[in-house]
Structure formats: structure tokens, C-alpha cells
């Protein structure tokens, strides 16, 4: 008896070990999982290698893993991200780095970060080189100071939009610490610029036998006799820069 | 001369979803389902087409990261082992449903698994590239590119060598593997963005395609709609997508797919069945999972429990009547169109290819029977790929298209939502870091060449829009979120060993190992391009 008891104590540690590590394989369901729960540890191979081993300590969570690596949230530059999401919201996000916080310190005093709040100013420059002070228009919006990053509704479609972050004062003077590329707005509607503009590429394909486009249309032949023997690619026309920016 | 012409295009793309780590991987099963119940059958189709001498031309769309699975031999190995599970599987079903309803289908099962099987291992020797590539070869396909993984292209306009990254990667490769450079490509999700085009162009791509407001609401109005291609101001042509043969197929209201006499997808006996019987079918781990053997028709719009028994030859009919319904109302939009333009008017129908056996489970049969009826019954329409167009009409209308998708609502909200938003201050660092990168080593040798390019495959396979989507549809999310910051950390790590001249060898070989794809990468291709996107384009 005395021999036996070891003996089964080990036996019963063994069981116990070999439940608490199959038990959690079994419960694995990769399949449906909330969105809002994720970031638990996934079905990777650092796992597989881990449930080879035997846990260390007899814990009842032997897959909880060492933090894995993250992402850092702030890479210590200074950038203004501006996209357009659809016709009407632009989303943009954000860092400031301390450099450019200690810059606005040194220049409006100690206390004049604690004394101004966070804005977003979104100018429309829709057709213009924006220079900072010719926007045809703003917007501000006020943000908290840990916000950085925001959907903005802008409600115009094939409009070009920036956004500066800056701070406000308390008397309403503001001050801009960073400044977005610009984005314009997708058109939500047909274009209602109808003049017609038409190209032949030459070149790229060989044309198999005549032109095949219906002769019914005097302009695409004068379009035609104006670009043969252009650049290769037949794109000639002086409206193409212009269109393009617009 | 065909009054106007039909362009189908499908487009066959999943994630790289490579787990060599892992011998029983959930999502590497996306590849081998897709494999056996679309790419396979698909392939049938034209084969038989091709056999019976029937005129027909196609586009198709073979993803970067689609050509790299197919060609990796340890998933080819592991699609083997998968296929002979399910031919296992199958025949224990001809027994157990012997003398009930569901036997016919069982017998269907078997002999379509059997036939996967001399088609992967016989015909073609395990690599799938090498089918599609003989179809392009008799003339019958054209296959075209898309962004090497798939990534977004239009919320990267921000850093135009990272859109350049992905398109020079995808054309390198597709070359290599279709023996000629593709004279198209499908933008990933439809998705563009003024300025793109340019990029297309540097590369040698002559057309894409858009969502129908894409072209639309291009800056100047087109006279001919979506019917006719436009030319973006740098030369490539950009087809629209037309809404009506779009909606016949895709709806899940009015659309063929959701008939009640076609086959039911979440009924499978991966679910339905005892533990004890399926389960070395399954995830070993006891997760039920898709089989791909399913035994009932949709039936209604009633519970799953309340479900009829398949008929397969109900569904063949169905199948063949619905081709006959598209091409009829393909005609008549054709007849109409014709007399509002002076050309011949292309509708162009593109679907993603997965849609076709995996999902519609008759769709391949659909296809097959339209293209038969085309070729045949009629000479209103004809078939032709948007290379063809463009050689036949080679003048088009010039406008830039609007920036547009075809997901949800049709612009980039799908991509870029609360649940997703958060990675592109990561992507577009990453971007911007590898940019820079290029442009600081731009002839490096041995080690560093090697970390450079693993650097930029690590980029590449984080900017898959896949995860982004995966993120906004709720289901998996944990899987893209992974694959996200996994390869956003890799790329970082290798960046800092570059920058700091420590590169880790040990380290470096292990990513190489894990993360092969794109053997030819060049990271060259991410240096500084005088090439400026349109400062107003939409980012």
C-alpha cells in the first residue's frame, strides 16, 4: 500500500495534467466569433508548438500567452491623413509628435496648450492652390484631446477638401499644427460637362481592317485628322492636363 | 456582324492563406473548397466547350496570390490529401444513403470529387495555371491580372510606388506563369481612383474595369454610357459594369442563384451529421466545417430543418432555363441599345468567380449552357473579351472615371469603416518606410537584397483587402486582424534590422519560409517614380 500510494498520486497528477491540456482543444471554435472579441490568441503556430509542451504550472488557463507583440499606435512623426470615403465623408487620422508640442509651448508659452483645444479646420479648395488663407470656405470641428482620427461629413460630392489640425484659443484664435494632403470627393451624379472628347490608340493594338466607328459623326473624324501622326499613344489634345486636375 | 457584344469576365481570386506551420489549417480549406466546387468544374467547362468545338471568348481574372497557391507544391500536396478524405468520405455516403432520396446526389458527389481528382493529378499534373493557360493558349480565354494581393488600391493613392509595388508584382508573376504579359487586369473590388490609370499604364496595362458609376460619372459625361469603353486621359480604356446582367445573377432576391429547385449551401453534412461518422471529415479538432456534400434543394423560404431532398436533374433544367432567360434579356437590351448607337454596344458582366459551384452550385452548368446558346441558337450577341473590343473600336471617348467600387454603396466604405479604419495609419506607414527603403538601398546584394524583399512581400500581404473586408463583415475577424498586425510587424522588424544594419538571418529565413510568395519580388520596384498622382485625385 505504502508503494502504491506515489504511484497513484502521479497517476492522478498525469490525468489531470493530460485534462487541462486536451480540454482547451476541444473547445477551440475558430468558426463564429464576435467581432468585438477578437484579439484572442488565434490558431497559430506559436499555439501549435505550445501545446506540445506540457503547461509549466497546472493553472486552468494554460493558453493564455505572453502578450503578443502589438502594434505601436503612435510611430513619433508628424502626419495628417486625409481620405475620401465616399461622395460625402472624408475620414481622416493623426499624430503629433512632442517635438511639435514642445514647438507650440516654446512658441505661445507654457501654458497655452492646456489653455487651447484641439480643432479640425476643413477648408474647401475646390479649384484652387490653396495657400492657406484662400479656401473658398471652412469648417471647424472641435475634438477632444485624445481623439486622432474622425469621419467628416462634408455632404459635397467632387469637391476638394484639406483639413488643418491646430488648436483654438479661448478667443478664438487658432493656430495650425498640421496640414493634409488633399482629396476630392467622388462625383455622385452624372457629370454635366458634355462636350465630348474622343482618342484613337494607335499602336497599342493593331487595328484589325477599317476603322469601324459609324462615319455619322463629323467630329470624331476632324478629332481623328487632328491627332494622326502624334505621339505615339495619339493623346495630344491640350485639354488632357487640365482635365486631369479637375 | 453581331448587333453587340457580351463580355463575361469572372474573377478568381482568395487571400494567400499558406499555412505551412500548421498541418490542419481552417482557411487554407477556402483554397481546396474552392478548388473542387469551382475552379475544377469550371474548368470542366471549358474543357468540354473547347472539346465540342464551340466559339466562345471569356475573360478571366487569375489573382496573384490564386496563381501562387496553385503552384505551391505543399498545397498541391495537401489538396491531394484533402480530395482523397472527401473521396473517402463520399463513398461511405453511397452506402449510408443507399435507397433514400439523397443517393442520386451522393452518387453525383462521388463522381465529381473522382473526376477533381484526374483532373488535378492526371490532366494536369497538380498545377491548375497550366489548364487556364492552355485554354488562353486555343484562344478561348483571356486571362488577366489583378493587384498581387488583391489590395486596395484606392486608399493607397497616397504612396503611388506602393499601388506601382503591387500591379508590377502581379504583371512579373503572371507573366512568368501564363507565358505572356496581361493586357488587362481587374482592379482588386472593382476599385479605382483618378490616377491609377497611370500606374496601369507604366506597367503596360491597356484596359480595367469599373463599377457602372465608375464610368457613368466619369468628368465628362459618356455618350454611350456603359455600353462603349472610355480612355482615361493616359490611353488605358476602362470598361462599366452593366447593372442588368449584374442584378439577373447576383441578387439574392431576383437573382438565379436563389431558385428553389438549385442546390441549398448551409445544409452540408459537415453539420448535420453525428459526430462519431463525420468527424474524421472535420477539423480535428472537433469543428464542424463545410464538407461540400449537401443534400437539399432551397426549397422555400423556409427553416433550414424544413428543407426537400436535391433533384439534380430538376436543377439541370432550371439551369438551362435560366441561360436561355439571360441571353434572351441580354438580346433585347442589345436591340434596344443598338438603335440609340452607331456602334455595336458591349455589356460587360463580371462576376467573382467563386460564385460559380461554390455558392450557385449550378452556376458552371448555367455558363456553360449560355455559351453554348450564344454560339449556336443565335447571331445577336457574340462573346468577346474587352482586348477584342478594343482592336475592333479602337476610338473611344476621353474622361476620367469616378472614383468608385462595387462594394456596398459604391464607393470605399467597406474598406475604410470603424472597423477597419484603424490599419491604414499602419499600411500607409509601412508604405511610406518601404519607399523609403528603396529608395536609400537601391542595389543592394545578398542579405540585404533578401531582407528588402521580404520587406516588401510582408507589406504586400498585409495590404490584402481581404482582411479589411473580413473585418467589415464580422465573421473570421479575428483570423484578418492577425494576418494584419503579423505581417505589419514582420515588415517593421525588417525594417528596423535594414536600417540598422542587423539584419538576422536566422529570423529572415524563417519569414522567407512561412511567407514565399512572389519568389521574383523586386523590391526596386518601390523606388521614388517621378510619376505624381493628380494632387486633386480622391486618396
Known amino acids: ?246 | 456582324m453581331p448587333k453587340g457584344y457580351l463580355s463575361l469576365v469572372l474573377h478568381a481570386h482568395l487571400p494567400y492563406v499558406r499555412h505551412p506551420e500548421h498541418e490542419n489549417f481552417l482557411e487554407e480549406k477556402w483554397l481546396y473548397e474552392a478548388i473542387t466546387e469551382t475552379y475544377i468544374p469550371l474548368i470542366h467547362v471549358f474543357e468540354r466547350l473547347i472539346e465540342d468545338n464551340v466559339k466562345f471568348r471569356l475573360t478571366l481574372t487569375l489573382s496573384p496570390t490564386l496563381i501562387s497557391m496553385f503552384t505551391d507544391p505543399l498545397l498541391q500536396e495537401r489538396y491531394v490529401r484533402h480530395l482523397e478524405k472527401l473521396i473517402e468520405l463520399a463513398g461511405k455516403e453511397e452506402g449510408r444513403t443507399y435507397g433514400s432520396p439523397f443517393h442520386e446526389t451522393a452518387l453525383l458527389y462521388k463522381k465529381q470529387f473522382h473526376e477533381a481528382m484526374s483532373t488535378f493529378c492526371g490532366r494536369y499534373n497538380r498545377n491548375l495555371v497550366s489548364a487556364f493557360k492552355k485554354f488562353q493558349d486555343e484562344g478561348r480565354l483571356e486571362v488577366i491580372t489583378c493587384a498581387a494581393t488583391h489590395g486596395y488600391l484606392p486608399l493607397m493613392t497616397l504612396y503611388p510606388e506602393a499601388i506601382r509595388g503591387q500591379v508590377k508584382t502581379a504583371v512579373d508573376l503572371h507573366t512568368r506563369h501564363l507565358g505572356r504579359p496581361p493586357e488587362g487586369i481587374w482592379l482588386p473590388e472593382c476599385a479605382y481612383a483618378p490616377g491609377i490609370d497611370e500606374i496601369l499604364k507604366e506597367c503596360g496595362l491597356k484596359f480595367f474595369f469599373t463599377d457602372s458609376h465608375g464610368v457613368l460619372y466619369a468628368s465628362h459625361r459618356p455618350r454611350f454610357g456603359i455600353f462603349a469603353p472610355i480612355y482615361c486621359p493616359s490611353g488605358v480604356a476602362a470598361f462599366g459594369r452593366d447593372v442588368e446582367s449584374s442584378k439577373q445573377v447576383w441578387s439574392t432576391q431576383e437573382g438565379y442563384p436563389g431558385d428553389f429547385d438549385y442546390r441549398e449551401f448551409y445544409r452540408d453534412i459537415g453539420y448535420d451529421l453525428d459526430l462519431d461518422y463525420i468527424g474524421p471529415y472535420i477539423h480535428p479538432d472537433g469543428i464542424r466545417i463545410h464538407t461540400g456534400i449537401k443534400y437539399y434543394k432551397i426549397t422555400g423560404k423556409t427553416d433550414l430543418s424544413q428543407k426537400q431532398p436535391y433533384n439534380p436533374r430538376q436543377a439541370d433544367e432550371k439551369a438551362a432555363l435560366h441561360a436561355g432567360n439571360f441571353m434572351f434579356n441580354r438580346q433585347h437590351q442589345i436591340y434596344y441599345l443598338s438603335n440609340l448607337m452607331d456602334r455595336p454596344p458591349i455589356i460587360v458582366a463580371p462576376y467573382d468567380a467563386e460564385l460559380f459551384g461554390h455558392w450557385w452550385f449550378e452556376g458552371p452548368k448555367w455558363l456553360e449552357y449560355l455559351i453554348r446558346k450564344i454560339a449556336f441558337d443565335q447571331d445577336v450577341i457574340e462573346t468577346v473579351t474587352p482586348s477584342d473590343y478594343l482592336r475592333r473600336f479602337s476610338c473611344n471617348q476621353v474622361a476620367t472615371p469616378c472614383s468608385s467600387s462595387w462594394g456596398n454603396k459604391g464607393y470605399h466604405e467597406v474598406w475604410l469603416c470603424g472597423s477597419n479604419d484603424w490599419i491604414y495609419r499602419h499600411l500607409h506607414m509601412a508604405a511610406g518606410m518601404m519607399i523609403s527603403l528603396a529608395n536609400q538601398h537601391s542595389n543592394a546584394g545578398g542579405l540585404y537584397r533578401r531582407a528588402l524583399n521580404q520587406a516588401a512581400r510582408e507589406l504586400l500581404l498585409a495590404q490584402s483587402s481581404d482582411w479589411a473586408f473580413i473585418m467589415s463583415t464580422g465573421t473570421m475577424v479575428e483570423y484578418a486582424v492577425k494576418r494584419t498586425k503579423t505581417h505589419l510587424l514582420n515588415f517593421f522588424q525588417l525594417q528596423k534590422e535594414i536600417q540598422g544594419n542587423c539584419i538576422n538571418e536566422g529570423h529572415l529565413k524563417d519569414l522567407e519560409f512561412r511567407n514565399n510568395i512572389f519568389p521574383d519580388i523586386d523590391y526596386n520596384w518601390y523606388a521614388k517614380t517621378t510619376m505624381d498622382l493628380p494632387k486633386a485625385a480622391s486618396l
Open chain 1, 1 to 246: 500500500m505504502n508503494i502504491l500510494f506515489p504511484w497513484l498520486f502521479l497517476v492522478v497528477i498525469l490525468i489531470l495534467a493530460a485534462c487541462v491540456f486536451l480540454l482547451p482543444l476541444s473547445r477551440r471554435r475558430p468558426g463564429k466569433i464576435n467581432e468585438h472579441e477578437s484579439l484572442k490568441p488565434p490558431l497559430f503556430s506559436e499555439e501549435f508548438s505550445e501545446e506540445l509542451s506540457l503547461p509549466a504550472s497546472l493553472s486552468p488557463h494554460p493558453f493564455q500567452h505572453p502578450p503578443e507583440p502589438e502594434l505601436p499606435h503612435f510611430y513619433g512623426i508628424d502626419r495628417m491623413v486625409l481620405m475620401a470615403r465616399d461622395p460625402h465623408w472624408l475620414f481622416a487620422y493623426w499624430e503629433i509628435s512632442a517635438t511639435k508640442q514642445e514647438e507650440f509651448t516654446n512658441n505661445y508659452g507654457p501654458e497655452a496648450w492646456s489653455s487651447t483645444h484641439p480643432v479640425l479646420r476643413v477648408y474647401d479648395i475646390t479649384g484652387i492652390e490653396f495657400n492657406g488663407n484662400n479656401a473658398l470656405g471652412y469648417t471647424d470641428i472641435h475634438v477632444s484631446e485624445s481623439t486622432d482620427n474622425w469621419y467628416v461629413q462634408v455632404g459635397k460630392p467632387d469637391r476638394t477638401f484639406c483639413i488643418d489640425l491646430g488648436r483654438m484659443f479661448p478667443d478664438g484664435r487658432f493656430i495650425t499644427l498640421l496640414r493634409s494632403n488633399t482629396v476630392t470627393t467622388p462625383r455622385a451624379s452624372l457629370s454635366d460637362r458634355l462636350d465630348e472628347e474622343w482618342m484613337w490608340i494607335e499602336g497599342l493594338y493593331r487595328t484589325i481592317g477599317r476603322f469601324q466607328f459609324g462615319t455619322s459623326s463629323p467630329m470624331i473624324i476632324e478629332e481623328l485628322a487632328l491627332r494622326a501622326g502624334a505621339l505615339p499613344l495619339g493623346i495630344s489634345s491640350p485639354g488632357f492636363n487640365k482635365d486631369k486636375h479637375n
